[in-house]
């Protein structure tokens, strides 16, 4: 039930999209398998920076930014903890608060995918984790890696930088 609680949320997300044009990228997905039943799906906007100019002058730092201008939609058929904030089974609009080696998430009830940003919506913001790449990444990577039974590692990687975060499944 909750595997088909999860299509219901992607088939109606991508119900309120407009159908991409030809050429034109329609999204990218990262998804983590809690068992076979439960899982995280995260869609996301491809994103390319140019590596020979500075990050900060082609993303926001210090303000809330949906990369490729529609913010990540996170969908969770089970309940998720996330920093000190426990996420029931739903459908969520994620943002990013960028700035040269450390990141903070903010996962919002909103479900506008817009892309405007109201900070009234924020259910929890959480300070990423960064590390160094060992080479520049100028394609934005959203990637989920399976830690532990029951854990889920978000990772954002763009230019210099991987940032992480977790979410346990309760």
Known sequence: MRLTL???FLGLSFLAQPSAAPGQDSGATATCNFDEEKQLVVEYQPLTVNLKKALNSQVPFGKPWAP???PMTLFTNTPIELGSRMLPIGAYTMYV????KQWTLIV?????MSGA???QDDLVRVPMDSGELPNPQADLAVSFGHVAP????LRIDLEKYGHFTSFQER
């Open 6 to 8: 999860l299509s219901l």
């Open 68 to 70: 490729g201008g529609k």
């Open 97 to 100: 608060i960028p700035s040269a």
């Open 108 to 112: 919002s009830k909103s479900t506008d």
């Open 117 to 119: 940003y109201n900070e």
């Open 150 to 153: 029951t854990q889920c590692n």
